[in-house]
């Protein structure tokens, strides 16, 4: 809700629900059950999550296989996966607690630096962001959007790639 001054309240700390998700989240046999029934292509591309905080996430996809293109690298769509992931993992987080409030992806960007081979790390530090627009939608009832970046990188610590998604968080009214 709007405090007095009509102004939007401070994003909230730490919370119990939060930090039940990240434990979840991190705990890595509860990782690959969610996955296995929410995500099955992130489980099978074999993404894992590897931090994630209030402010910053990170996930790895590998290069094998079932990610890998006809020249030799990782899918782009593979990494696309791993992207959307380390900003998502944190939508999740942040709309956890509270009321309900739906996300969507609405837009994504890329930008391709150099091939991605072995295993690729993405970091969103967007948590902030995030949070932010989700207690502004429950605070208005309104749809806020954010754009979360997320850098991967190669073992040697090089760009392979940078991605902008545009996420739309909306609290849900009651009753719906």
Known sequence: MLNPTGAVPPTSADTPQKAAFRRDILNPLKLRIFMLRRLPMAYLAGLRVRSLTEKEATVT?????????????????CLAMAAELASGVQALMHVSSGSPTSMLV?????????????????????????????????ATGEARTVVATSTGLDAAGDTVAVFRITWSFRARQAGR
């Open 61 to 77: 996809v590998p290069f094998k296989y079932l990610t890998k293109n006809p020249f030799r690298s990782i899918y782009f769509a």
């Open 106 to 138: 609405t837009g994504l960007e890329a930008t391709f630096m150099k091939k991605a081979v072995g295993l690729i790390t993405f970091t969103c530090p967007d948590g902030a962001s995030i949070e932010q627009a989700v207690a502004e939608s429950r």
